[in-house]
T-cell receptor, first 115, second 113 residues
Framework: AQTVTQSQPEMSVQEAETVTLSCTYD???????LFWYKQPPSRQMILVIR??????QNATENRFSVNFQKAAKSFSLKISDSQLGDTAMYFC????????????FGKGTKLTVNP | DGGITQSPKYLFRKEGQNVTLSCEQN?????MYWYRQDPGQGLRLIYYSQIVNDFQKGDIAEGYSVSREKKESFPLTVTSAQKNPTAFYLCASSGQFRLDTQYFGPGTRLTVL
């Protein structure tokens, strides 16, 4: 079975500072993708960043970057220069080839950016 | 604009009634999905469809039904057999390749009165 674990239910950070959200996963598959989604108070799920497991280079999207440690099955999200608009639930998710088409989600981390 | 629309945004249902949630996409995506979100939990897959006229059960399909008569549309019916239907429902779609990114609609909040 594939599982995704987010061990930090809530986090907070001051505006303009950097914060890292943790995610670990378990899968026996070799070909999979990892995703971070953001869910603001509007509840729309928004893709933040994705990482292909076969790529060693960590993905980066503007202020968002990941630290992908394949052997440790770890996939953390770093948010630099935090902004008030980053306040949201953040979900880590796994999608693998060969099974059903679903995304396997963690339970989420509630991030609050304080002014 | 390309995207996924869901309607209605809020839906109230009396016990014993069936209700249908709408999901439409104009992204030309082959695959579509329905997820349920409960407080303090991640999303759980209800049903998915990879092609028109075909769909598969997800992890929590009991009490739900779907159809896929058109590529653009994937409505979800919450039947009276669903014991605890109050939740937030999210529709998603993705391209033809299995590992394509899923994009989500804005969701429907269903409340049973």
């Amino acid at each position: 079975a594939q599982t995704v674990t987010q061990s930090q239910p809530e986090m907070s950070v001051q505006e303009a500072e950097t914060v890292t959200l943790s995610c670990t996963y378990d899968t026996s598959e070799n070909n999979y993708y990892l995703f971070w989604y953001k869910q603001p108070p509007s509840r729309q799920m928004i893709l933040v960043i994705r990482q292909e497991a076969y790529k060693q280079q960590n993905a980066t999207e503007n202020r968002f970057s990941v630290n992908f440690q394949k052997a440790a099955k770890s996939f953390s999200l770093k948010i630099s220069d935090s902004q008030l608009g980053d306040t949201a639930m953040y979900f880590c998710a796994l999608k693998y080839q060969g099974g059903s088409e679903k995304l396997v989600f963690g339970k989420g981390t509630k991030l609050t950016v304080n002014p | 604009d390309g995207g996924i629309t869901q309607s209605p945004k809020y839906l109230f249902r009396k016990e014993g009634q069936n209700v249908t949630l709408s999901c439409e996409q104009n992204l030309n995506h082959d695959a579509m999905y329905w997820y349920r979100q409960d407080p303090g939990q991640g999303l759980r897959l209800i049903y998915y469809s990879q092609i028109v006229n075909d769909f598969q059960k997800g992890d929590i399909a009991e009490g739900y039904s779907v159809s896929r008569e058109k590529k653009e549309s994937f409505p979800l019916t919450v039947t009276s057999a669903q014991k605890n239907p109050t939740a937030f429902y999210l529709c998603a779609s993705s391209g033809q390749f299995r590992l394509d990114t899923q994009y989500f609609g804005p969701g429907t909040r269903l409340t049973v009165l």
